[in-house]
């Protein structure tokens, strides 16, 4: 087998054709647009916004949700943040105090697939949103407490 038939399976591998992520993250669905694109990530708003800025960014390669992460992730996890944080830069957002980044535990995301909540204004989420990314609940983990999980593990 060649090396790039061996890498077309290692990406096949890493893609799942069934989630939506991994079509967005490949550009395999109208309708999305990429606030930003790597080789690793892309981030886009979210389609039920729980405030003026919510975005996503997820992995282009298929990754299981939070809670199948080891401490080999973090640093994907910061570099998250990064993205997170430098896309809401680019979107005028210059209060980076007030803001929340996070994910949802299982079962509590509706996709299996790591993605990252970046919400701004944190201090503007309504009442229900606040319940939905209340920091550090059963449901919902903060970027930072969740690296130190990963970190402690």
Not at 23 to 40: F, M, T, V, Y
Not at 75 to 89: A, F, N, R
Not at 129 to 151: C, G, H, K, P
Request: charged share 20%.
């Amino acid at each position: 087998m060649s090396a790039e038939a061996g890498a077309t399976v290692e990406q096949n591998h890493s893609y799942d054709m069934s989630c939506i992520f991994c079509r967005i993250a490949n550009k395999q669905e109208s309708g999305a647009e990429l606030l930003h694109s790597d080789d690793d990530l892309v981030c886009f708003k979210d389609i039920r916004p729980a405030v003026t800025h919510h975005y996503l960014v997820v992995p282009k390669k298929h990754v299981g949700t939070c809670k199948t992460l080891t401490k080999d992730h973090v640093q994907l996890i910061k570099t998250m943040m990064e993205v997170g944080k430098s896309t809401l830069q680019k979107n005028n957002v210059t209060d980076l105090e007030d803001i929340r980044l996070g994910f949802h535990y299982p079962p509590f995301c509706s996709i299996s697939h790591l993605h990252l909540h970046v919400l701004a204004p944190a201090s503007q989420l309504g009442f229900l949103s606040r319940m939905i990314y209340r920091v550090n609940s059963y449901w919902f983990i903060t970027a930072d407490e969740l690296i130190d999980q990963l970190q402690a593990s």
